[in-house]
Each structure stands twice: as C-alpha cells, then as structure tokens.
C-alpha cells in the first residue's frame, strides 16, 4: 500500500482531483472530449509532453486521473491508466508488452476471456500460453523458455476460489526476469496487494467490486511507471479509454470501498459455515475457512476472505440446475461484486461449453456453485439458499 501516513479509508474519500473556482465539495463531472490550448507554444508544448496536462479525454481525463490516482495509492503504485471495460485493461496490458514470439506462463484457472485471449486471439500473432497447475505452483520454473515475458495469475481464482502464493510468484518472476502480472479482481486493493509480494502489475475489473452496485463497466491497471508508459502508448492509439462518467462514478464508489467489503466478506463468511454443516453440500471453499487448501496463505496475503463462496452441490449438473430454479431472492446473473447477491452454477451456464475434462482442469466440478454475497441482510440470503438446496 502507500506510504501515506493516512489511513486507506482516507485517502479513498480524500484523493481529489484539484478544484475549480467553483470550490466545489464534491468533484464535478468533466464531459468532454477534449481541452483548449492558450496559445500555440502551450499547444506546442503538450503534445511534446513538456506539460503534464490534459489534450484529449481518450489520452486523460481529470476524472479519470482522480480515480487512476485513488488507486495506485491504494495498492502501492507508482502509475497507472483506466479502461472501458476489464477485458480491456487485460488485453491492452498484455498487448502492449508482448512482441510477435513472446510466451506467457500462466495459472491454469483464469477468467474464461482472458483464457479466450491467450488461447484464440494471440496465437494470431505467434504469441503461446503454457498453463500450470495451481494445485502445483512447484511445476512453474519448467514451463518458462527462453522467449517467457509475462508471469500471470489471478488470485483468488474464479470461479473455484483458489488461492496462489503472490510472494512465491514474485520470487520465480524476479529470478528469471519476468513481468509478474496480477488479476486482483475479486480481492480488490482493500484486501490485497499484489506489488508488496513482486507484481509489477495489477490488474482490475472495476466493474465488479470497485463499482459494487452493477452500474458501470471500467478496468484499470496500475504498477510500475515505465511499464504503465508502454500501456499508456498503445491505449492512447488504440483508444480503450475509460469514460469520463464512469470514472466519476467509479472514484465514488471507492470512497465506501472499505465499509462495503468488510460486510461482504462478513456476508460471505457466514454463509459459507452456514454452507459446511448442510447436508446436501459435499464440499465448501472460501478462503478464510480452515478447511481451505490454501487457507494460510490466504491469510498471509489477505485482510479477510473476501465475498466468493464456492461450494460442491451433491447431484452434480443436474442438482446445480435444480437450485438456480428454486431459488427466489438472490439473483442469477453472470456478474459479481454488488450490493445483490448473485448464485451461478458454472458447469450448466458459463462453461457449459467445455468438456467435463477441461472444466476439471480448472476446478469445474459438476455441481460446483458460485456465490457472490451481497449487502443484504445474511439471514435472508441463507434462508433463500437453504430452501433452494433442498
């Protein structure tokens, strides 16, 4: 995190873009497209980068600059840019530091775009993914050549909530001189800091948690400056850039970041001993249960467990098929991170199109279920849960 002497939740709310002469209280919206120069030596001057001031709203935007700035001081870097969407910030990172014959290693569990990206898209231009176990982080130094640029990983994993050891990623990407790439979506920056283990570079869905209520879509990445530079670059040419409004939307939402996380992951951990002791549920994975594989190092890593629940349905497809169909006050969307908790069943749905052997691969069981909590009252949304189980 920063080395601020103020507290996390203070510089989320106090972190502002500098005021007008309206003095305003709260930062206005900036819906423009562009921004006029005084004359022709400052118009000179900016686009030689002799100011740091801003040209046009694709390039930046004081919006977007409040909540790119919220944060890199939230996790500990030193630059950072804003996108539309979290694919977005995934793609244009990735392909703004890889060269035609570049490889990437990366954990075998990882959202089904991003693994789309690595598997479809960048093969076009010669660009290979090797996938390690993440129940094997000990394989990973045989799956890097000579040509390895990025080390990448999302922790914890979704859907199936595993966690990997961020110091021990830091650590192999420094010994052999790799980018180490962090997805830290479903942590966010109030429950974990990639860059304190060794990421160079973290990257966020803000349309999940950030946001918290479902409104906007936004991405951002953040990390180290010269590495953000090449970003910025290729972002400022092929236009991803984050829109103004949903900047400001965003940058608000972090000023609750920290209340409403801590009563998502408190949602999320009761939900998840309610889950242990039911008898139609074979398994439960939630970070900060002890029954965790990973659990100690979750809390190595981790403020708290965080709202993801994962849990085994007994029944397989068919049972996970059964629940979304009875259930009443949670919702089935393919979203996570609002204020409504949202229940979806993997194996039927999102990666309904894989084989049973591939969904394996990447801890998809059968009846495997995903429970983003919400903001609600806890003993509602258990009693939806335990009438849709039986």
Not at 157 to 163: E, K, L
Not at 220 to 234: A, N, W
Not at 293 to 301: C, D, G, N
Request: charged share 20%.
């Amino acid at each position: 995190m920063s080395n601020s002497p103020l507290g996390f939740e203070t510089q989320a709310i106090r972190t502002q873009t500098e005021r007008s002469q309206y003095l305003e209280h709260s930062v206005p919206l900036y819906l423009t497209s562009s921004f006029i120069f005084e004359d022709a030596e400052d118009m000179r001057a900016s686009f030689a980068e002799e100011k740091n001031r801003n040209i046009y709203s694709r390039f930046s935007n004081p919006n977007t600059s409040e909540f790119v700035e919220k944060i890199c001081k939230m996790e500990g870097a030193e630059s950072g840019y804003a996108f539309a969407t979290g694919m977005a910030a995934v793609y244009s990172t990735f392909a703004a530091l890889l060269n035609a014959g570049d490889h990437i290693v990366s954990a075998s569990s990882v959202f089904g775009s991003t693994h789309t990206l690595f598997t479809k898209y960048f093969p076009k231009w010669n660009i290979t993914t090797s996938y390690f176990t993440i129940t094997e982080p000990e394989t990973i130094e045989s799956y890097i050549q000579p040509n390895t640029r990025i080390l990448f990983a999302e922790s914890p994993t979704n859907p199936a909530v595993d966690i990997l050891d961020l110091e021990y990623l830091g650590k192999i990407a420094k010994k052999h001189n790799l980018i180490l790439i962090v997805d830290n979506c479903f942590a966010t920056p109030y429950l974990q800091n990639p860059i304190a283990f060794g990421a160079d570079l973290v990257i966020h869905s803000a349309t999940k948690l950030i946001d918290g209520q479902g409104r906007v879509l936004g991405g951002v990445t953040v990390g180290k400056e010269e590495l953000i530079r090449e970003i910025y670059l290729f972002s400022r040419n092929t236009g991803p850039a984050l829109a103004p409004f949903n900047a400001w939307i965003l940058s608000k939402s972090l000023e609750t970041l920290p209340v409403r996380v801590e009563k998502h992951c408190e949602n999320a951990e009761k939900i998840a001993h309610f889950l242990e002791s039911h008898p139609n549920v074979q398994t439960v994975k939630y970070p900060f249960l002890r029954s965790h594989p990973q659990y100690e190092i979750a809390k190595k890593q981790m403020r708290l467990g965080g709202n993801i629940v994962a849990f085994e349905i007994k029944g397989g497809i068919a049972a996970g098929r059964q629940f979304l169909d009875k259930i009443k006050l949670c919702s089935l969307s393919a979203n996570l991170g609002d204020t409504r908790t949202i229940v979806t069943h993997p194996a039927s749905t999102t990666h309904s199109k894989l084989t049973e052997q591939e969904r394996l691969a990447v801890s998809i069981t059968d009846g495997l279920v995903r429970i983003s909590a919400g903001l609600e009252s806890v003993n509602d949304i258990i009693a939806d849960l335990e009438q849709a189980l039986v």
